[in-house]
């Protein structure tokens, strides 16, 4: 890990902590309108595309959606500028691809997260379709958070998915909408 490495390097204790673990994308452009910085949000790269063009956001790939989605969930006009505006009809194909599989994951994680009421049993449906959730990624945020206790961390990590469900659900239209503004531009 890169803490440990500094710490070897430097010979002294260095940790680095991500204030922000367990909150959406959304949740931090909120933080950023808030406090008058959300043009911050606009000097960052999100995109999957090996290819950098200027500007680097091809505006399509799931990176680019989920920055889009995180933009409008959070009430915010996305000023980014993509190089993709007039888009081919493979480039659509693609484009709807993406956004499919990110709904088909929304629409997974609400089924996973709805089969109970109950903490434990949604906890052991996430587990069981991403086992990795309970013996990798749990198992490392409990060795690296340690004011945190296990069921926190579980309970934080089921909120997250709520909140990011709950964000795609309120702007899917919108972002879907995208596609059609590409359609239009041909």
């Given at each position: 890990m890169?803490?440990?490495?500094?710490?070897?390097?430097w010979?002294?204790s260095?940790?680095?902590?991500?204030?922000f673990?367990?909150?959406t994308?959304?949740?931090?452009?909120?933080?950023l309108f808030?406090n008058q910085?959300?043009?911050?949000a606009?000097?960052?790269?999100?995109?999957?595309?090996?290819?950098?063009?200027?500007?680097?956001?091809?505006?399509?790939?799931?990176?680019c959606?989920?920055r889009?989605q995180?933009?409008?969930a959070?009430?915010i006009?996305?000023?980014?500028k993509?190089?993709i505006s007039?888009?081919s009809?493979?480039?659509?194909?693609d484009y709807?691809l993406?956004?499919?599989?990110?709904?088909?994951?929304?629409?997974?994680?609400?089924n996973?997260?709805?089969?109970?009421?109950?903490?434990?049993q949604?906890?052991?449906?996430?587990?069981?379709?991403?086992?990795?959730?309970?013996?990798e990624i749990?198992?490392?945020?409990?060795?690296t958070?340690?004011?945190?206790s296990?069921?926190?961390?579980?309970d934080?990590?089921?909120?997250?998915?709520?909140?990011y469900?709950?964000?795609?659900?309120?702007?899917?239209?919108?972002?879907q909408?995208?596609?059609?503004?590409?359609?239009?531009?041909?």
């Amino acid at each position: 890990m890169v803490s440990e490495l500094i710490s070897i390097l430097w010979e002294e204790s260095f940790k680095i902590e991500n204030p922000f673990l367990f909150w959406t994308k959304a949740q931090m452009c909120q933080v950023l309108f808030k406090n008058q910085a959300i043009d911050l949000a606009f000097l960052t790269k999100s995109c999957d595309q090996p290819l950098r063009k200027n500007p680097s956001q091809c505006g399509y790939c799931s990176s680019c959606l989920i920055r889009k989605q995180s933009l409008v969930a959070a009430e915010i006009e996305d000023k980014t500028k993509y190089y993709i505006s007039h888009a081919s009809s493979s480039i659509k194909q693609d484009y709807y691809l993406y956004l499919n599989n990110i709904l088909e994951q929304v629409k997974t994680l609400y089924n996973l997260l709805n089969i109970s009421d109950e903490f434990e049993q949604q906890w052991n449906a996430m587990t069981n379709q991403y086992p990795q959730l309970d013996y990798e990624i749990l198992d490392y945020l409990e060795l690296t958070y340690h004011d945190l206790s296990r069921n926190d961390i579980r309970d934080s990590l089921l909120n997250l998915y709520r909140n990011y469900i709950g964000e795609w659900n309120r702007v899917k239209s919108k972002v879907q909408a995208t596609i059609e503004d590409y359609n239009h531009d041909e």
